[in-house]
């Protein structure tokens, strides 16, 4: 089994928190909703869904191949399993992966952060709710393949938020 392997510092004079020297935005699940909801209703404006995925993506795919860097991780089933380790760590839920290989993928969240709390705060939505969850998992395999980010397309076909009893994740390249 693989390690995840996390400093945590606070700067208290800037009041900022670092995860292995990453700044790290802790938040609630109050937060997050209100800034999703914020991101659906600015349709007419701009594609906030998709700034949410992007700059997720693009963070996460960042921090998992600093990561595996840093801790010389080459073999994918480590590298997987540090990632999923770090999806709950950071409190995104919990992620099952059924399939992952260079061309794609199914993973399952029999648990997450933003449908839960989003169910809790206004109950269900007609539609998938959690770009940023997804953007990880977009990262994540840009990151395990070391594949540029945006190589994978990431579509959830089940969620939480709809009534699922888990949000299940497909993953294309």
């Not at 945590?8 to 935005?25: I, M, P, Q, S």
């Amino acid at each position: 089994m693989a390690d995840l392997n996390l400093k945590h510092k606070f700067d208290a004079e800037k009041c900022r928190h670092y995860l292995n020297e990453n700044l790290t935005v802790l938040h609630c699940h109050h937060y997050a909703t209100l800034f999703t909801q914020l991101a659906i209703d600015a349709k007419d404006i701009v594609d906030g869904t998709k700034i949410l995925f992007s700059t997720s993506e693009k963070i996460f795919f960042d921090v998992l191949s600093e990561y595996f860097k840093n801790f010389n991780i080459s073999d994918k089933e480590a590298k997987v399993e540090i990632s999923s380790k770090m999806f709950s760590a950071i409190g995104l839920g919990k992620m099952n992966i059924t399939d992952i290989n260079e061309n794609g993928g199914k993973i399952n969240l029999p648990h997450s952060y933003v449908d839960e709390g989003w169910t809790k705060k206004w109950g269900k939505m007609d539609m998938p709710v959690n770009f940023i969850g997804c953007g990880y998992i977009g990262g994540m395999f840009s990151a395990i393949f070391n594949q540029p980010v945006q190589t994978y397309k990431v579509e959830e076909t089940e969620s939480i938020v709809s009534g699922a009893d888990k949000s299940n994740i497909k993953i294309t390249r």
